[in-house]
């Protein structure tokens, strides 16, 4: 089997996707960042993978990654984010191919119902009476686990503290004390001020995460917020590869990682910092929350580590409706209940309706 092309669709709201063809009529899904992916495609992977095996994954990944000795025009080490996108459209081939799920080709699923926590934000512009409200909404609809996400990034450091404590307290005295609740800094605080957050945070009541507290590059305090606090410190959402993850866990030592699938380079990569987490017992819990296919496919890498026991991110805030989506991927990669129940569809089990791409497409 060769690759013989890529075709790239922009939709009207939300990520491009991409579709690489083959010559035996087998054609690999993913969702990209569209106009970056098209400023590489033509003088940098097409020349790199056209006309190559789609099912030596970890060879394309080592050569759009970490480089070629093949004269092309622009260098060949890539953005994690590109060779992401390639590696989950690669993966959904191999399956298909071989007529079995990516799961099982992942060395199986170990569960195949996957509980997701209703993820909401801009904490940072929002009253504690405004993030009530959309954690309602995702109450209403079933879900049983939660993230509250401040949204600050590191440019903000410190802005508004004592207003992130007051949306805390309102949501957990909303919700019963035996549903999850995690809170997102997205690296909004300095090492003190998250020290001390912390610590009401633990005082209050109960508090399952707290993800990103400090600048994401802060290593050495993130240890120092670690070793301060009995509440579980997650970060990894935007960092890349098993060699920056080896980093976090050696220098930072969070609790928990947070690897996003097209961040991290996709699947190949994804399931290298999950052997690298296991090894070194920490739980994972990925971020990759809008629904579509890159979801999907880190809910099948989630699927098949037995000790990724905590929810995955879900969220509706930066995608199209779930009726465009249903439409567009198929209804079983809806979640009901807050939960994605993942099926034996060869692949990553996306089926892709034409006349919807049509009707959604720029």
Not at 29 to 41: I, P, Q, R, V
Not at 282 to 291: C, D, E, L, R
Not at 294 to 307: F, T
Request: proline share 7%; hydrophobic share 35%; glycine share 8%.
């Amino acid at each position: 089997m060769k690759i013989t092309a890529f075709d790239i669709t922009h939709m009207k709201r939300g990520r491009s996707i991409l579709q690489i063809r083959t010559d035996k009529g087998i054609t690999g899904l993913a969702e990209a960042d569209g106009h970056l992916f098209e400023a590489f495609l033509r003088d940098t992977i097409e020349p790199l993978l056209i006309g190559e095996d789609p099912r030596q994954i970890d060879r394309h990944w080592e050569t759009l990654y970490l480089g070629s000795q093949k004269q092309i025009p622009r260098e060949s080490k890539l953005r994690p984010q590109i060779v992401g996108a390639v590696d989950i459209a690669l993966w959904d081939i191999l399956g298909k191919d071989a007529g079995l799920p990516c799961h099982a080709l992942m060395g199986g699923a170990a569960r195949f119902d996957i509980p997701l926590y209703w993820s909401v934000g801009s904490g940072w512009k929002k009253t504690p009476d405004q993030m009530l409200d959309d954690v309602m909404d995702g109450w209403d609809q079933g879900y049983k686990s939660y993230k509250i996400r401040m949204d600050w990034k590191n440019y903000r450091q410190d802005a508004n503290p004592a207003n992130d404590l007051a949306i805390f307290k309102l949501v957990r005295d909303f919700l019963p004390n035996n549903i999850y609740l995690g809170f997102d800094a997205n690296n909004g605080y300095s090492v003190p001020t998250a020290i001390q957050q912390g610590r009401a945070f633990e005082d209050y009541g109960r508090i399952d995460h707290f993800e990103e507290p400090l600048p994401q590059y802060d290593l050495p305090g993130l240890r120092q917020v670690t070793d301060a606090l009995d509440v579980a410190i997650s970060t990894g959402e935007q960092d890349q590869d098993r060699w920056r993850f080896r980093d976090i866990i050696q220098i930072g030592n969070p609790d928990i990682l947070q690897p996003d699938i097209l961040n991290a380079g996709g699947p190949s990569e994804i399931l290298k910092i999950y052997e690298l987490a296991t090894t070194h017992n920490k739980p994972i819990m990925p971020h990759s929350p809008n629904a579509g296919i890159n979801s999907i496919a880190s809910i099948h890498c989630y699927s098949s580590i037995k000790n990724a026991i905590r929810p995955h991110e879900f969220s509706t805030e930066f995608a199209p409706p779930l009726d465009d989506i249903a439409e567009l991927y198929g209804e079983h990669i809806i979640p009901h209940n807050g939960t994605i129940t993942l099926t034996d569809k060869p692949g990553l089990g996306i089926d892709l309706n034409e006349a919807a791409l049509a009707k959604y497409a720029e």
